[in-house]
T-cell receptor, first 113, second 113 residues
């Protein structure tokens, strides 16, 4: 099993709250990703990072922000949660040059009331 | 039209059956083809990874790629109840420095004892 962790696993929160979803990996991977997954839909990339202090937006427009201050840590923040943010959020990582072999965390199921 | 099309299922088979899971795609630039397995309430895990056309076998699993038809398949022999999961196809092309991976929506498989 991959050494990539996400907390919390489940979060139910009210509209307008600020939340941070945590993602950590112990594999020394350079590249990290955040995906959004909804039932019956493909995974959508919302953010990625090639390394410390490198972050880029993905294909799916998202109101979230990310930071990469340490190699192993890639948190995602929503400043003001809305019901439209309700989704499953998956974090993944891989080595540089091996972008097809991604290791995924268990996901955070977010529900915004 | 989606770049990757995958039948969502659910697909229900008896234990011991041969399972065939399929994806079609429209982007002829795709060169790398992956199959991920996702158990309920878990993140996807990489199952098979192939480059270009041909077959690749790993135990009970065979991945097949036909680039001329833009069609990929995953075969599972002697299916087991533990194979019950959602199977996601994924594919990518090298696009500058960023290797974008496009996922299918997943096929839910249930193997009945």
């Amino acid at each position: 099993e991959a050494d990539i962790y996400q907390t919390p696993r489940y979060l139910v929160i009210g509209t307008g709250k600020k939340i941070t979803l945590e993602c950590s990996q112990t594999m020394g991977h350079d590249k990290m990703y955040w995906y959004q997954q909804d039932p019956g839909m493909e995974l959508h990339l919302i953010h990625y990072s090639y390394g410390v202090n490198s972050t880029e937006k993905g294909d799916l427009s998202s109101e979230s922000t990310v930071s990469r201050i340490r190699t192993e840590h890639f948190p995602l923040t929503l400043e003001s949660a809305r019901p439209s943010h309700t989704s499953q959020y998956l974090c993944a990582s891989t080595l540089l040059g091996r972008g097809n072999e991604q290791f995924f965390g268990p996901g955070t199921r977010l529900t915004v009331l | 039209q989606k770049e990757v099309e995958q039948d969502p299922g659910p697909l229900s088979v008896p234990e011991g059956a041969i399972v065939s899971l399929n994806c079609t795609y429209s982007n002829s630039a795709f060169q790398y083809f992956m199959w991920y397995r996702q158990y309920s309430r878990k993140g996807p895990e990489l199952l098979m990874y192939t480059y270009s056309s041909g077959n690749k076998e790993d135990g009970r699993f065979t991945a097949q790629v036909d680039k001329s038809s833009k069609y990929i398949s995953l075969f599972i022999r002697d299916s087991q109840p533990s194979d019950s999961a959602t199977y996601l196809c994924a594919m990518s092309s090298n696009s500058g420095g960023y290797q974008k991976v496009t996922f299918g929506t997943g096929t839910k498989l249930q193997v009945i004892p």
